[in-house]
C-alpha cells in the first residue's frame, strides 16, 4: 500500500512535469529525464512530509535538491542545461492551494472588513498561508540552484559535447 500511494504520486508528478515541460519547449531528449526527474522529487517530498513527519517547506527543500542534483547528472548525459530539466521538474511541487487561499482569505477579509472580530481569523488564515507559500517556494529555489554552486564550472559546460582529438 505504501509503495503504490509512492508510486500514484510519482507517476501524477511525472506527468505534471511533462505537462510543464511542453510549455517551455525543451529538446525532445529532454522529456525523459524532467519526468523522471519530477517523480523522484515529489515522491521524496512525498515520503518525508508522510512517512517521516517533515512540513512542507522542509521537505520541499530536500526534494528540490534532489531535482537539482539529478538535472546535472541528467544534463550532464543528454548535454542539456540543468534548468531545461529542473525548472519544469520543480513546478508540480510549487504550493499553489497555499497561494490559492492567501487569495481567498484576503477576499474573505475584504468582502467582511465592516463585521469586526470575523476579520482577524482571515487576516491569521492569509498569513499563515502566506508564509507556508512563501518558504515552500524559497526552499524550492534553494534546493534546485545549490548544485548550479556547487558544480559551477561543471554545470556551465554540460552542453558542449568533447571534441575527440584525430
Known sequence: MVFTDILYDASFAAVAGIGFGAISDPPIKAFPSIAILSAIGHAVRFCLMHYAGFDIASASLFGAFSIGFGSF?????????????????????????????????LIMFLRHMSVGDDNIVYVQAMFSNFLVAFTTTFNLAIGATVPHFIFREKALSLTRVKKSKL
Do not use: E, N, Q, R
Request: charged share 10%; hydrophobic share 50%.
Open 73 to 105: 547528472i541528467a544534463g550532464k548525459k543528454i548535454h542539456c542545461p540543468m534548468t531545461v530539466l529542473s525548472i519544469p521538474s520543480l513546478l508540480p511541487m510549487v504550493p499553489g492551494i497555499y497561494a490559492y487561499k492567501v487569495i481567498l482569505y
